[in-house]
């Protein structure tokens, strides 16, 4: 089982996985969690040019088939060995992301991104995708709250392109109806948990 999320900054992702983990650890499964690069060696490498900020220079195009080629090597030595050995793997973003960020909001075109995705994965999809959608205002308040900072002029002035990014994730999650649960992460870290296992409970049915 091939589980990933998805969602725009200051979602409670990270948070909702932990306790996710757990819970299917409680239920006797075997699980790993991961994040592109994953740790490989050759994903981390082509993670470290698309975040060196010297790279002032990098095509959008260029950093979506880096992050494509990243995936594609967390998949291989990573995912797909441990889904073999019957492992639950839990990925926190994946494919969706790029969908949503250098697709949507980065403006590449959902499409265009899916074709080199595509191409990337072997058309390998998860099982389930859980979305934390969140306001877009929100999120940053939050995030801002936890560094104990207030919202800056910079946080500001992104506010469209987060938006972007959330009505990508809709977009594609409406292309994708069969694997997507689509949260509502404004509720209570209890509520949003317990919404994001019965996805996968039902899921895994
Ligand atoms: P990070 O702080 O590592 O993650 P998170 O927001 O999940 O805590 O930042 C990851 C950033 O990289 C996030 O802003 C989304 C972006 N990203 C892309 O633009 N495309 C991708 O394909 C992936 C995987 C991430």
Redesign the pocket.
């Known amino acids: 089982m091939f589980i990933t999320f998805e969602?725009?900054?200051g979602s409670g992702?990270?948070t909702a996985i932990k306790r996710i983990v757990k819970a299917l650890e409680d239920m006797g499964h075997e699980v790993i969690l991961t994040?592109?690069p994953g740790g490989t060696p050759i994903g981390e490498q082509i993670r470290n040019v698309i975040l060196d900020k010297a790279n002032t220079a990098m095509d959008p195009r260029t950093?979506a088939l880096l992050?494509?080629a990243s995936?594609r090597q967390h998949l291989v030595e990573k995912i797909i060995p441990a889904i073999k050995e019957g492992k639950i793997v839990l990925c926190?973003?994946?494919?969706d992301?790029?969908l949503a960020?250098?697709g949507g909001a980065?403006n590449l075109g959902i499409e265009e991104i899916y074709n080199v995705n595509l191409y990337a994965t072997e058309g390998m999809q998860p099982d389930v995708t859980i979305l934390f959608d969140i306001e877009p205002e929100e999120g940053l308040r939050r995030i801002a709250a936890n560094a104990g900072r207030e919202v800056n002029r910079l946080d500001v002035e992104k506010i469209s392109f987060h938006h972007k990014v959330r009505e990508s994730f809709k977009k594609v999650a409406s292309m994708f109806p069969e694997r997507f649960a689509v949260i509502d992460a404004s509720k209570s870290p209890d509520e949003v948990f317990n919404d994001a296992f019965e996805a996968i409970k039902k899921a895994m049915k």
């Open positions: 969602g725009g900054e992702k990270s994040r592109e950093e992050y494509a995936r926190d973003r994946y494919l992301s790029s960020y250098q980065r």
